[in-house]
RNA sequence: GUGAGCGUAGCUCAGCUGGUGGUAGCACCGGGUUGUGGCCUCGGAGGUCGUGGGUUCAAGUCCCAUCGCUCACCCCA
């Protein structure tokens, strides 16, 4: 048996490759625009990390991190998210005295033990951004107006649903209502519903089963829950995406994964991609700086988006997506010694910074124009023993068909000057 | 962790109630053009039918096991 990549891994061959640069350039030059500077982080962390920011009775911690012994026997773990990461790198170097506001965007692979299908892979890939050290609900709309943007430049339609988790000083009374709600029609709920209502009954909220949800109409609404300090920001937040124009969806019953989220939750979602409906999502996260022992009272929001959902959805939305890479020229040799002539011009030519492509197995004339076709060159340059006899080369055009004679008068020096005069005006 | 579906050429797939693996399409290589690509045409190469057992005179086809993939549940980007 052949070795096989690990289940839930993924390789990204060349024709996929172009959609991913092009959503990685996108959304790097607009994090640009909006004034955030990339940090790179590592892959591996200890263990506790993640355990303290995710929360240790979600499911990622609990059921889904590559975690194993280090050689010296600490646990580590393959980092499931990126955000805990970022705020590890910015309290270890005191970001903040640097800069009272940080914007910090980071790009890379995640790891998490499920068991794969559409849309999610057991090694997948996130652009995430993080900002520090402001809570002003603005931020929070300029958060969400940044991701709507980077999908609208990507010519992708999805819908915004936002929501508020509370903080720390809502929230508790809030879910006791619900505990509550929920111990009164135990019968009438799944069996799945059941068990959440015990282990975390936000998540009751967005089950399936259209039974539940018949139950849950009824349901208290956290929005109804809300502090006064929350509510203001909640309404600011929808009023700050109102002057953007950003349509969203209001969804009390949005709840997310992670423990360490408060206030603005928001989701990207779209209905093409099967039972992975989010392509990103974020939110703010006010306490967790503290937790994992930087400044007290220090705000953060963030979002990430999946590389995977995103390339899948270009494939889907987006026909053509991006030009392929073409060669400027094509150079075909006939025989040994016009081989060894042109060996050197090729390398010349791209030291010039032209896109040259050459055939080295001395096959057939008809061989290397088919070649050169599959290379989409747009000229062919052909020699053979004719033309060396002559001192002299022909360009040919590949679309238009023209032929011209140009000297190969000694050094490649006169003729790359020809050439790149000729084909690098007509390039990009 | 649970459930369902599917494994035949590099890719997409035919293969009926068991009876010799397909002139199949795309891709690849070569000829038709003594040295000129795309289109056309002719030819060529390419397979442990996922693997291992079983039933049978005979298994790609039926049965069992196993591995892999896919989708869904759970959960999530």
């Known amino acids: 048996m052949t070795i096989q990549a ?27 625009r909006f004034g955030f500077t990339e940090i790179r982080v590592p892959i591996l962390e200890k263990t506790e990390l993640f355990a303290r920011s995710i929360g240790e009775a979600t499911d990622i911690v609990e059921k889904e991190m590559y975690s194993f012994a280090d050689r010296n026997g600490d646990s580590i773990t393959m980092r499931p998210e990126g955000t805990a990461s970022v705020l590890r790198a910015f309290i270890e170097h005191g970001l903040q005295a640097k800069l009272p506001v940080q914007r910090l965007y980071t790009i890379g692979p995640m ?27 603005r931020l929070d709309a300029e958060l969400i107006a940044m991701g709507w943007l980077i999908l609208d430049e990507l010519g992708l339609s999805v819908s915004l649903q936002i929501n508020s988790l509370g903080c720390p000083a ?41 039974h539940c949800q018949e139950q849950y109409v009824a349901a208290p609404s956290i929005l109804d829950h809300l502090c006064p300090g929350c509510s203001e920001h909640f309404r600011q937040t929808k009023e700050s995406l ?3 124009a950003i349509p969203y969806a209001v969804n009390p019953f949005m709840v997310r994964g992670l423990d360490y989220y408060t206030r603005t939750t928001f989701e990207l979602v779209t209905d093409a991609l099967g039972a ?54 094509f150079v075909a040799a006939l025989g040994e010694e016009a081989a060894v002539a042109v ?5 010349f030519l791209r030291r010039k910074g032209l896109r040259v492509a050459m055939d080295l197995e001395g096959k057939s004339l ?12 747009r000229y062919a340059l052909i020699l053979g023993e004719e033309e060396l006899a002559r001192g002299e080369a022909v360009l040919r055009d ?19 000057a020809m050439l790149v005069e000729a084909i690098a005006p007509k390039g990009k």
């Open 398 to 416: 590949m679309t238009s068909k023209e032929q011209q004679a140009v000297p190969l008068a000694g050094a490649p020096e006169g003729l790359c």
């Open 170 to 210: 809502c929230r508790p009374a809030y879910k006791e209502a619900l505990v509550n709600f929920l111990a009164a029609r135990k019968e009438l709920i799944c069996e799945d519903c059941q068990r959440r209502s015990l282990t975390n009954p936000l998540r009751v909220l967005d089950c399936k089963s259209s």
């Open 111 to 137: 790891f998490r033990h499920e068991r794969p299908q559409k849309g999610r892979l057991r090694q997948f890939h996130q652009m995430s951004v993080e900002v520090l050290g402001l809570d002003h609900p």
């Open 366 to 377: 008809k061989s290397q124009m088919k070649q050169a076709d599959r290379a989409k060159a």
């Open 276 to 329: 992975q409906s989010a392509v990103g999502a974020g939110g703010r996260y006010d306490g967790l700086v503290e937790k994992l022992g930087g400044a007290k009272n220090m705000p953060g929001i963030g979002f990430a988006m999946g590389m995977e959902r995103l390339a899948l959805l270009m494939t889907q939305q987006n026909e053509g997506g991006c030009p392929d890479s073409a060669s400027d020229l």
């Open 6 to 32: 690990l289940k839930g891994f993924k390789d990204i061959l060349p024709d996929e490759v172009r959609a991913w640069q092009h959503i990685e350039a996108t959304a790097r030059e607009i994090f640009h």
């Open 242 to 244: 109102d002057l953007l």
């Open 343 to 347: 060996f050197p011009l090729v390398h």
